[in-house]
């Protein structure tokens, strides 16, 4: 893989969703090409995209000891990750998407997805922090990072970001959950929130909160972001005529972004200015744009 030759000199600690991607394409009912096994989910791709533009990376998960939760953990350093808090135990949760492309018989491409556990049975099998272990885990940071991401709102999830934000650290969420307590705590808990409107079409939730950045992606037409409670402002897509695969740009949508606020500095929600919030979200959607031409959440990585 072509890692992007610079060091961005910034830490990201990510929890939430790695499973194991096998990326497949259907040519026809009897010719199956097998293309990758790799690392993938929200938390995983954003760990791995981020680790490729040059941060220093912390996924933490809680995998089983399979081959397939081994390799995860391998496929992660192999991005540049640092896995100091990745476990394999039998206590943990592995999750395997059987990811599959192929032509419609309209001509367009679709993509089924179909989770399964090294276990056996059709389900996916994550493993959260647990509370306890969420203290444990803030309580060993030998220091903190400048950017926490997480993409689930499990009670331990929360704990951290909480227990970051109030260290200065920046609190970046992802939900795919629908609105519920533990989804608003979630929210309550983060400087970033940053969603899709096919998941949250509804953004009432975001009402009354004047110390945080929303972004909802719009697909063709875009995004559009509410910063310090205020009105919603919507920027203009960046259109690519070339498109193969939309798997993974959500991921690199927040990925760009992250890193290009890190370029910025880092600026505290409170102090920064619609302009440099403008140019890192339109990156974002650049870099975005450009990933749907090719295969897999990073097939950009691997062109």
């Known amino acids: 893989m072509n890692k992007v030759n610079e060091t961005i000199g910034l830490t990201c600690l990510g929890v939430g969703t790695f499973p194991l991607d096998n990326l497949m394409v259907k040519h026809s009912k009897d010719d199956v090409e097998a293309i990758c096994q790799h690392v993938g989910g929200t938390a995983g791709n ?4 981020l680790a490729w ?13 399979s081959k397939e939760g081994l390799l995860l953990k391998t496929d992660m350093e192999a ?4 896995t100091r808090y990745v476990t394999n135990t039998p206590d943990g949760g592995t999750t395997i ?14 993509m089924t997805l179909t989770p399964h556990s090294p276990r056996g049975g059709r389900f996916v099998n994550y493993r959260f922090w647990t509370l306890k272990q969420a203290q444990a885990l803030f309580d060993s940071l030998e220091e903190m990072p ?12 929360i704990l951290l970001a909480k227990l970051l934000r109030e260290r200065g650290v920046l609190v970046y969420y992802e939900p795919s959950e629908p609105v519920d307590r533990n989804f608003l705590r979630a929210v309550a808990t983060s400087d970033i929130v940053k969603f899709s409107n096919e998941r949250h079409p509804d953004v009432s939730f975001t009402e009354g909160f004047t110390d945080k950045l929303f972004v909802q992606t719009m ?3 875009g995004l559009r972001y509410r910063l310090r409670g205020g009105e919603w402002k919507q920027l203009e897509p960046v259109w690519n005529p070339h498109f193969i695969d939309g798997e993974g740009a959500g991921d690199w949508t927040s990925s760009t972004f992250i890193h290009a606020f890190g370029k910025k500095g880092l600026p505290r929600i409170s102090d920064i200015q619609p302009s440099l919030l403008e140019d890192c979200l339109m990156e974002a959607q650049r870099v975005a744009s450009e ?3 090719y295969i897999g959440a990073k097939g950009l990585i691997h062109h």
Request: with cysteine; aromatic share 12%; net charge negative.
């Open 146 to 157: 400048d950017v926490f991401f997480f993409d689930r709102c499990a009670p331990g999830n």
């Open 46 to 49: 954003v760990m791995t995209i």
């Open 291 to 293: 990933s749907v031409s």
């Open 97 to 110: 998407l059987d990811i599959v492309h192929k032509t419609g018989r309209d001509g367009k491409p679709k």
């Open 53 to 65: 533009y040059g941060w220093h990376t912390l996924p933490a998960a809680r995998l089983d000891d």
């Open 219 to 221: 697909n063709e037409e």
């Open 79 to 82: 991005y540049g990750c640092d």
